[in-house]
Nanobody, 123 residues
Framework: QVQLVESGGGLVQAGGSLRLSCVASGRIFRINVMGWYRQAPGKQRELVATITSGASANYDDSVKGRFTISRDDAKNTVYLQMNSLKPEDTAVYYC?????????????????WGQGTQVTVSS
């Protein structure tokens, strides 16, 4: 099975910055798409940003111009640089990876989730 571990969350004042990291481990053949999602209390989990294996990025309108997603395939890691943070960015941020896992005839395609990292932005 594939494991995703997020880190980098914390408490920051409005206007500040944080950099989230997500490291994938396990029987990884290829990760096609990696992304960041977030979930605030009482709300549905929502897409923040995604990045393909070709480094094509997509952002939710609420974070465009402030957040930057990137990936390091050699390290099976995806990053989310968050600048100009706002209180409404407060949420648990989850990493997601869609790819091909396993080896040979046991290879399969699946999406995996991390446990999340808390981001709190104070006003």
């Amino acid at each position: 099975q594939v494991q995703l571990v997020e880190s980098g969350g914390g408490l920051v004042q409005a206007g500040g910055s944080l950099r989230l990291s997500c490291v994938a481990s396990g029987r990884i053949f290829r990760i096609n798409v990696m992304g960041w999602y977030r979930q605030a209390p009482g709300k549905q989990r929502e897409l923040v940003a995604t990045i393909t294996s070709g480094a094509s990025a997509n952002y939710d309108d609420s974070v465009k111009g402030r957040f930057t997603i990137s990936r390091d395939d050699a390290k099976n890691t995806v990053y989310l640089q968050m600048n100009s943070l706002k209180p409404e960015d407060t949420a648990v941020y989850y990493c997601n990876a869609e790819g091909e896992y396993g080896r040979g005839p046991l290879r399969y395609t699946a999406a995996s989730w991390g446990q999340g990292t808390q981001v709190t932005v104070s006003s």
